[in-house]
Every structure is written in C-alpha cells, then in structure tokens.
C-alpha cells in the first residue's frame, strides 16, 4: 500500500463511518528515543506509554530529521494501535506513530495540542 504524501493529491475514496471506528488511534507519551542508524529512511525508536489499558508500545518512526531523541521523552503523540506489529528492519515495530509531511517531506509528529490521558481514543 502507498500513501501519496502529496498536498494536493486528491482524497481517498470515500468510507463508512463503521470503518473508520476499526482504526483505533490513542494518545500515548513517549518515554524514551533513541536513533536507529539502520532503518533505511532516517528513523528514532520510540518507546511510547498509552496508558494502563494497552501499556508501552515500541515504534520506529521516520522523524530523525527533524527530532533529537533527548528532547522526545514527556510529549504525547497520536499512533494506530490496532496495526498488526511489523518488522522494520531489526526491530518490531508494534505501532504505527501518525504524523504529516512538511514542504521538505520530513515527518512532523501528530500530537494534543493540551495534554490528555494517555490511552485516550481519537473520535
């Protein structure tokens, strides 16, 4: 599957609401970041909290150039939780971490703009 990044590509094609509930997008904090020099876009490992219900979850997210890991730890960023884990390179990625192309391409992270608790479902 390839998602078209582009500004200005056309929207998908239309869903059902039913659809749309079978993603489940939660809130978590990440806890820790670290770079991951293997991946073959530039990548950090995140170990992220979403709360008592789903717990810590690991993700490789392609956000090193525009992210330094030290500063990561305590913001809260959106992921798909529902996702089968998948394997990226070494590590098993066990959710997808959501975020939007800049004019650049780079990933920016998707995140609250006030904090919420972590676990908390996108409606």
Known sequence: MHLDHDPAAPPAEPIGFDDFLKVDIRIGTIVSAEPYPQARKPSLILQIDFGPAIGVRKSSAQVASLYVPAELPGRQVAAVV??????VGKIMSEVLTLGFADAEGRVVLFSPDNPVPNGSRLF
């Open 82 to 87: 529902n996702f089968p884990p998948r394997q």
